[in-house]
């Protein structure tokens, strides 16, 4: 690994994790159902963009987990959550795994 790898993988603890939004309301015809979405963009500690790298949540109540990857622009969006507590893990190939636990995915509020 190249010394500049070495610095970006040991920096990358450091991920500057932006969440841009939290919450959108959705409502079920057949009963009511409420939703939140998950947002934001991932940047190396320079502030560069992150394309291609892969974002999982997982609700710590049931368990399900979801998985997208980053666009052009290091942005990721996960729609149509159940409210509730995740926790949020970035993958990149040349970087430390990042986790931020804890995030509340609430409805009519901005976390």
Do not use: C, W
Request: aromatic share 10%; charged share 15%.
């Amino acid at each position: 690994m190249t010394n500049s790898h070495s610095r970006f993988a040991g920096q990358f603890l450091q991920i500057l994790f932006l969440t841009i939004a939290f919450l959108l309301a959705a409502q079920s015809s057949q009963a009511q159902v409420l939703y939140g979405s998950l947002v934001g963009e991932v940047v190396d500690p320079s502030r560069a963009v992150l394309p291609g790298a892969t974002v999982t949540v997982t609700n710590r109540d049931t368990g399900l987990q979801r998985e997208v990857t980053t666009d052009g622009s290091g942005a990721y969006a996960f729609r149509d959550l159940q409210a509730g507590v995740y926790d949020l893990k970035v993958l990149m190939a040349g970087f430390k795994v990042y986790v931020k636990t804890g995030l509340p995915v609430t409805l009519n509020a901005i976390a």
